[in-house]
């Protein structure tokens, strides 16, 4: 009963959405031993928006919510998973701990997530700080053994860059050709500029102009930029 009420208001079924009512039934019923409303509760200390959020809070509900046997927990788990990873690493989640981060972004994998070690790496980026583009370096790495076309992109920009790695423009065009063959306009982008000016490949103008016009149809504002200035294009 108190989940079908948190429902209610969750969803405005009355007309007229209260989350704070929502979240008083939910954890009434996550309290007395409702799987659902174990989700629910998690979710809503995940958000933080009806109630203070609270990282810690919302694992333990979702991970009881999925051990009672709900049948989207797992699911549950994995997004929540996902998402609390990058926040131990900007600081989100009202502490940073990167350990916890590394740790939940695995299980997050393990779960079915095949993106999830790029968007800790662009969150190790995001947050700068002493080792963290080491880490990004690390985290790219992982995330193209699961073929993520940005990944791909990202880690090659490291590579040119010297961010978390020595420099190897070789290495970073490799990189930056999977991306584009795979479709990511960053990559299309960097791989035309590498050909345009022969710096880690053979030059090839034509070849260069095909992948920026790519890029700039896909709207990266790089290859826009170099078609109008460098080619009146």
């Not at 989350?19 to 008083?24: G, I, P, R």
């Not at 409702?34 to 979710?43: F, R, Y």
């Not at 929540?80 to 990058?86: E, Q, Y």
């Amino acid at each position: 009963a108190a989940v079908l009420l948190a429902k209610i208001y969750d969803e405005g079924v009355m007309g007229k959405v209260n989350h704070d009512l929502a979240f008083k039934y939910y954890l009434q019923g996550a309290e007395a031993g409702n799987s659902e409303a174990m989700l629910m509760t998690g979710l809503f200390y995940a958000q933080g928006e009806a109630v203070p959020k609270n990282t810690e809070k919302a694992e333990m509900w979702i991970r009881k919510g999925k051990d009672e046997g709900n049948p989207d927990g797992e699911a549950t788990l994995r997004v929540f998973l996902s998402v609390a990873c990058t926040e131990y690493v900007t600081g989100t989640a009202g502490v940073t701990d990167t350990e916890k981060a590394l740790a939940m972004a695995k299980e997050a994998e393990e779960l079915g997530d095949k993106e999830v070690f790029y968007h800790l790496g662009r969150a190790f980026q995001k947050k700068g700080g002493e080792g963290h583009g080491e880490k990004a370096f690390a985290c790219f790495k992982k995330a193209v053994k699961n073929e993520i076309p940005e990944a791909y992109s990202a880690l090659g920009l490291c590579y040119e860059a010297g961010i978390g790695t020595e420099p190897d423009i070789k290495k970073a065009v490799s990189c930056y050709r999977t991306a584009a063959e795979a479709g990511d306009p960053f990559g299309m982008a960097h791989y035309g500029y590498a050909l345009a000016n022969g710096e880690g490949c053979k030059q090839n103008e034509k070849e260069a102009m095909e992948w920026l016009v790519k890029a700039a149809m896909k709207g990266d504002e790089g290859a826009i930029l170099i078609l109008k200035e460098d080619y009146n294009y």
